[in-house]
């Protein structure tokens, strides 16, 4: 080793731990949060210009996507569809299988479309768990108090009053379908705390827990017999020249 490198390390070893960094206060944090985090800078989102979030301030790249030149030909004219359903689910993760579930269990005509295969999806990446307002001493009520709270009060309250009030049936419904939670010794749903939760409250399948819903899932839409078009994404959304979508155009990825 040489004299300049061992009396660095000799100097390293001896200087012990580094000082912890000062507190910030309030306002520092935040000004940290507006220069750095994603979800708070702004040199690089834009509002939207079309559709019905127009003004909305999003993210450059998903604005330049939704507002890009559709890539149907210019003259295109759709003829007799090659197939035709009462609904149409776009999507074949956790939200659009439940979607195609619930239609069908409403006597529609479903038919549900995936961009690649039925969960390929952003639900079977959840590893923590969810959160449902079932343990003792909880109700949705401090649920939806807590969730206002870390969401810093700017949440959108009428969808999270929906969240928190459908998340008990929901879980229940899921555990009748075959998910398997972790449970205590006496058999019931392992109850863990998450961030910012006043009560226990946090359901998981150990650390894949969107990829055993995902698995129950597939399986029930699998048995439900209701007809999927795997890597068919959608291109573009047909309407009837008043505002009301009527279909979609789809590209077989497979051709």
Not at 101 to 126: E, F, V, Y
Not at 129 to 156: C, K, S, T, V
């Amino acid at each position: 080793m040489s004299a300049p490198l061992a009396c660095a390390l000799e100097a390293l070893l001896g200087a012990g731990e580094p000082a912890p960094p000062p507190p910030l206060d309030a306002a520092a944090q935040q000004a940290l949060l507006d220069r750095f985090h994603p979800d708070h800078r702004t040199d690089h989102k834009r509002p939207l210009r079309v559709g019905a979030n127009a003004g909305l301030l999003v993210d450059g790249e998903l604005a330049d996507c939704l507002e890009g030149r559709p890539r149907l030909p210019d003259g295109f004219v759709p003829g007799r569809p090659e197939a035709t359903c009462d609904v149409l689910v776009l999507g074949g993760g956790g939200a659009g299988v439940c979607a195609a579930l619930a239609a069908r269990d409403a006597g529609a005509d479903t038919l549900l479309a995936s961009k690649l295969r039925i969960g390929d999806s952003n639900t079977i990446m959840a590893e923590g768990g969810m959160q449902a307002a079932i343990g003792d001493g909880d109700d949705p009520g401090r649920h939806f108090a807590d969730a206002l709270a870390g969401g810093h009060f700017a949440n959108d309250r009428p969808l999270l009053r929906a969240l928190v009030e459908a998340a008990p049936a929901t879980a229940q419904w899921l555990g009748e379908l075959g998910v398997r939670w972790d449970r205590d010794a006496a058999g019931r749903p392992r109850l863990r705390r998450g961030a910012a939760t006043s009560r226990p409250r946090l359901l998981a399948c150990a650390d894949y827990t969107g990829l055993e819903i995902m698995r129950v899932l597939a399986a029930e839409l699998e048995a439900a017999a209701i007809p999927t078009l795997a890597y068919h994404p959608v291109v573009e959304l047909l309407t009837d020249g008043e505002g009301r979508v009527t279909g979609a155009v789809l590209i077989d990825l497979h051709d």
